[in-house]
């Protein structure tokens, strides 16, 4: 579970604030989505949720550890996948997730099956030996993603993560994403594809210039479209609106 209460962020003591009083409960067992257009706060929020940036005011409690009292309890609880794959380029795929079960403490007699499963799972088992610089962005985006969910963490916190995946592998994430919540544990991914959201999400939220202008399922979302309107209206028409 990810709870928001009342969290805002300014940057430079700027008048217009990037995230303005949001608040959201991510529940577990769901896929909960973030919309919003370039500059609306998605990505602020997120550094926020992760630890990346301190908060104005408000607080974030990652599974009931606050992220600021308790950083490292909260991290422990999570998986994150950031917008851009910017990693260790000179390590190999195997090193770099050796790398990252360190971190995460993942045992000895897990470590090697967890590994070899995801990289089946991302179709990057023969790559796995090769440097990472050698790798696509694809290739690059996949062994982040792999690396995030290594740990097996309860909540996955996602920043555009199907992109550069090619189809296949981006089925597979939305599958796990379907299976993780599922077996009662939390997804929250933000997206700029609205197809993908209204296919996958249980909820979501809409943010524009820093605030939330919607939070609900796609049932109740739908039930403020016209008939036979698009997510992709509905959004155009509440972020034009805000």
């Known amino acids: 579970m990810i709870e928001i209460n009342g969290v805002s962020k300014s940057y430079n003591r700027a008048t217009v604030k990037a995230v303005d009083n949001v608040s959201l409960t991510v529940n577990n067992g769901e896929i909960f989505g973030f919309l919003g257009p370039n500059g609306a706060g998605k990505t602020t929020l997120i550094k926020m949720i ?22 490292i309890s909260a991290k422990m609880q999570f998986g994150f996948v950031p917008d851009d794959p910017n990693i260790f380029a000179r390590l190999s795929g195997i090193e770099y997730l050796n790398f990252i079960a360190d971190i995460y403490q993942v045992p000895g007699s897990q470590r090697g099956s967890r590994i070899k499963q995801l990289l089946q799972r991302f179709d990057m088992l023969n790559a796995a030996g090769d440097r990472i610089q050698s790798y696509s962005h694809g290739m690059k985006q996949k062994i982040v993603v792999i690396g995030a969910l290594l740990h097996d963490p309860p909540v996955w916190i996602l920043d555009e993560p199907m ?19 599922d077996a009662g544990k939390t997804v929250f991914f933000s997206t700029h594809v609205l197809d993908v959201a209204e296919k996958v999400c249980d909820r979501l939220a809409i943010i524009n210039k820093g605030k939330v202008i919607f939070c609900g399922s796609m049932q109740e979302i739908r039930a403020h479209a016209r008939e036979n309107e698009s997510l992709e209206n509905l959004f155009l028409e509440l972020t034009e609106d805000a």
């Open 163 to 181: 992109t550069g995946l090619d189809p296949r592998s981006s089925f597979d994430l939305k599958e796990m994403m379907r299976e993780h919540a």
């Open 50 to 71: 992760t630890g990346i940036l301190n908060a104005d005011a408000g607080s974030i409690r990652i599974n009931g550890y606050n992220i600021s009292e308790d950083p």
